[in-house]
């Protein structure tokens, strides 16, 4: 009997916090809210501006996905209506759920580990208690994910760009990394400052209204799948590199090596695309730093044990080909197109200036010391990724070789998922009720076929990796972090903070301009 009427008092008290849970809604509905927060709080998607898949999409991308734990505690409340415990939760109404999910969360879990102490007299995890502060990222977490976005594909070409730009080039990379370092810091300045932003498109929406969401959403998507078209161009040329010789001729047509494995690799990942979780990827990708540090350690030890050597020999400064070098320094800071969910997904979002610095500090000094390393062994010969002048005999070379491959095979289907998601949603809701997969699949295929055809018609990796930094990365990186800041805190700035953001304005479109314009004869020339 006293267990029975234990159980009755705890379900009563959780009426009482549902109905205290409802009044607070209430009395938070009649505070004035931005759009952003608005569209938060309704479950109508067809309120909420397109992209409406972007931050779940682009959290698989950053590695930014909930532990085991949490996933635990997930599939828990997935039970809790054919359990002993589920009456607890009855009596919340829908609506209630819909608008504060994060609290009714922690109320069911409340619930489950009061009813797993007193009935059960079983131990209760402490992380079930929290459910959504288990989600969250810790600082070595965020730093590693921050790492992971920075340092891609960008790192096979640095050498390169010390070669194009000369030494004082390596001044203007520094330049990158502090100027984007701070724009990344106004990133930062924006979503605290503008309440329901959660993502780089909230920003634009909450500086410039859905038309800026909804531009500032094409450039991320655009960088998003040219930097795809990257690693097709990186999987076949590292390939083809150690397979020369491969060739196919079918019914008329000749392909050479470069193209034979730019098809096989794309037929390899394109199953992948195809699947809907794609958690397992997301964790694997997330070991891109360690691939980053791998391809580091390969190439110092052909230089330094394998007998390559290191000579300072090149030009000081090559203004003729200092734009595409730009391009390419600019091409290596793109990342902060997920830097908002980072930011989003921390513990502790107040060390979020001190994960910026760790990243954005490591990044700047791996690609100095990659960039002197790999133009030191190599000089003028060196191409436009520095595992393609590594000899092939060296079993570190090789090594090189394969990571080369395989990152840009597991980080793929991520980076191409929010793409495919966000055309999706543009879809008529007729067409994604019936035969969704179908279309799906269509689409994917459609949409990873087109990267296939722009990385056989434009297979140059370093001036494609210019022309992305110059011209998308600059405007994402540089230019739009301090519009849309300057927008947000119009009427709070000093006059000193408008000044560097209108200087670092400047200092994008210039470069971006002369980069952009740079790239596009080069790679007509190329082409041609």
């Known amino acids: 009997m006293k267990q029975e009427e234990r159980f009755e008092q705890e379900r009563e008290d959780l009426y009482h916090t549902d109905e205290e849970e409802d009044e607070e809604s209430q009395a938070h509905s009649s505070v004035p809210s931005t759009p952003l927060s608005r569209n938060e709080s309704n479950n109508d998607d067809v309120d909420v501006p397109w992209p409406r898949s972007y931050r779940e999409s682009m959290d698989l991308l950053t590695g930014v996905t909930p532990p085991l734990s949490a996933n635990l505690v997930s599939s828990f409340r997935k039970r809790r209506q054919s359990s002993a415990f589920g009456s607890f939760t009855s009596s919340t109404s829908r609506q209630s759920l819909l608008i504060d999910k994060d609290e009714t969360q922690n109320s069911v879990a409340l619930s489950i580990k009061s009813f797993i102490a007193s009935h059960l007299k079983l131990p209760v995890p402490e992380d079930l208690s929290s459910p959504q502060e288990s989600r969250k990222s810790t600082l070595s977490q965020s730093v590693l994910n921050g790492v992971n976005v920075l340092c891609g594909g960008a790192l096979l070409t640095m050498p390169y760009a010390l070669k194009e730009g000369g030494w004082l080039g390596l001044l203007i990379l520094l330049s990158f990394g502090i100027i984007t370092y701070y724009t990344a810091i106004l990133l930062k300045r924006c979503l605290e400052n503008s309440p329901g932003v959660h993502t780089y498109p909230d920003i634009g929406q909450a500086a410039f209204g859905t038309t800026g969401r909804i531009l500032l959403s094409i450039f991320l998507y655009a960088d998003l799948y040219a930097t795809c078209v990257e690693y097709i161009i990186m999987m076949s040329d590292n390939l083809s590199g150690m397979f020369p010789n491969t060739s196919l001729y079918i019914a008329g047509i000749s392909l050479n090596s470069n ?91 107040s060390k979020f200036p001190v994960v910026l610095f760790m990243s954005f500090g490591f990044c700047t000094l791996f690609y100095i010391a990659i960039s002197v390393c790999g133009y030191t062994m190599f000089g003028e010969a060196i191409q436009s990724q520095f595992t393609l002048n590594m000899p092939q005999h060296f079993t570190s070379s090789k090594i090189a070789v394969w990571t080369a491959v395989i990152t840009p095979m597991t980080k793929y289907p991520l980076t191409l998922t929010p793409v495919l998601l966000s055309l ?25 076929l087109s990267t296939l055809v722009v990385a056989l018609t434009v297979p140059f990796f370093a001036t494609v990796a210019a022309l992305i930094g110059s011209f998308v990365a600059m405007l994402i990186a540089v230019i739009f972090p301090c519009f849309c800041y300057l927008k947000i805190m119009k009427g709070r700035l000093t006059n000193f903070h408008m000044a560097i953001c209108i200087f670092i304005i400047i200092v994008g479109v210039v470069g971006g301009c002369c980069g952009t314009y740079s790239a596009i004869v080069r790679l007509i020339g190329e082409m041609s």
């Not at 009720?433 to 269509?442: D, N, Q």
């Open 424 to 448: 999706e949603e543009l879809l008529p809701s007729s067409t994604r009720k019936m035969g969704s997969k179908g279309v799906s699949i269509l689409i994917r295929t459609i949409l990873v």
């Open 259 to 349: 193209q034979v494995f730019a098809i096989t690799t794309t037929l390899i990942v394109l199953p992948t695309v195809w699947l809907r979780d794609l958690s397992l990827l997301s964790y694997i990708s997330a070991g891109g730093v360690f691939s980053s540090i791998l391809l580091a350690l390969c190439l110092f030890w052909v230089g330094s044990v394998g007998g390559v050597g290191f000579h300072l020999q090149g030009q000081v400064l090559d203004l003729t080909n200092l734009p595409v070098a730009i391009g390419i320094y600019g091409f290596g800071f793109g990342g902060h197109s997920v830097l908002p969910n980072i930011y989003s997904s921390m513990k502790e979002p």
